[in-house]
């Protein structure tokens, strides 16, 4: 479901109209996220590492409003009242964009990850996920890669088109690593619509990831 915001009486109605005949209003933020306690769980139990951080980033952003904000291709803004996360999947030598429902509960969420994950085969189209958006018109999702050999402390983006760099928020989460202390972290760089996302709204985001892993 979604709501059509009526900019009018908007709070955020001065960032839209300062925003809106940007070339490209979209900026990059990288961060280190801890992740201590979901790294030593995921150990212990053989648990994925990697389905535990996919569910932490789709549910922080469910619980960040502005992560939920949309323009549609007509010009309107909406609010989603749920996002799901579409991540790439490596599949032989490429690899396939699957989509994650939201599930609050994290082991059901977890299930279901693992299920959609598995029913991978080969030949399926890399970018089928990202076709079914374009059209149905309903960007209501929010990406996450996933690169675990690599640390990095800085990352660009793709661009779609000037003036439209994307339609959803991008996000990559790198190597997690081990501090001289014991504590484990990794790197997380994300894509965002400025007209939506302010620093006050990532600085949320990031720190409800964070409680959600350490």
Known sequence: MKQVIDVATWSRRGNYEFFNDFVNSWYSVTTEIGCTRAFEECRSRGESFFLRYLYAVVRAANEVEALRYRKSASGEIVLFDKVDIIT???????????????????????????????????????????????????????????????????????????????????????????????????????????????????????????????
């Open 88 to 214: 790439p999947i490596a599949s032989g030598d490429n690899f396939v964009t699957v989509r994650i429902p939201y599930i609050k509960d994290y082991d059901e969420f977890r299930s279901e990850a693992a299920r959609i994950i598995s029913s991978i085969k080969p030949g399926d189209d890399p970018y089928g996920v990202e076709a079914r958006l374009r059209e149905s018109g309903d960007y209501d999702v929010i990406h996450l890669s996933a690169v675990p050999k690599m640390y990095f402390t800085s990352m660009s983006f793709t661009a779609h088109q000037p003036g439209n760099a994307c339609s959803h928020p991008l996000g990559v989460m790198g190597k997690a690593r081990r501090a001289p202390d014991g504590t484990m972290s990794m790197p997380y760089a994300v894509y965002v619509d400025h007209m939506f996302v302010d620093g006050a709204h990532l600085t949320a985001f990031f720190s409800r990831i964070e409680e959600l892993l350490d």
